[in-house]
Nanobody, 123 residues
Framework: VQLQASGGGSVQAGGSLRLSCAASGLTFSSYIMAWFRQAPGKEREFVAVISASGAYTRYANSVNGRFTISRDNAKNTVYLQMNSLNSEDTAVYYC?????????????????WGQGTQVTVSS
């Protein structure tokens, strides 16, 4: 299984970015997909997760209403649309997938991880 995250960059506070994660080596439409992030000196934390069909999503309280996770099963890709960014969103963002169908917020429940993409928000 390979997960390739992209789309990170530098943006001013209040701006937007869209992250993508392309998956290979798995039956993508059968797997939940999630985004986590890790800021310098902090633990990796849950951001959002989407069910295999795309019908169900969960978000961290800190991003709810600002971020949207979506997926295109025909393209084997999951997205994270990030709006109203602030400095606290600065982190390396990772996509991940799990063999379980549970929409878990716990990073240890995820089996495969992408390499991460840096998001920097300046005020």
């Amino acid at each position: 299984v390979q997960l390739q995250a992209s789309g990170g960059g530098s943006v001013q506070a209040g701006g937007s970015l869209r992250l993508s994660c392309a998956a290979s080596g798995l039956t993508f439409s059968s797997y939940i997909m999630a985004w986590f992030r890790q800021a310098p000196g902090k633990e990796r934390e849950f951001v959002a997760v989407i069910s295999a069909s795309g019908a169900y999503t969960r978000y961290a309280n800190s991003v709810n209403g600002r971020f949207t996770i979506s997926r295109d099963n025909a393209k084997n890709t999951v997205y994270l649309q990030m709006n109203s960014l602030n400095s606290e969103d600065t982190a390396v963002y990772y996509c991940a997938t799990s063999k379980s169908s549970a929409l878990s917020r716990t990073k240890t429940n995820y089996d495969y991880w992408g390499q991460g993409t840096q998001v920097t928000v300046s005020s």
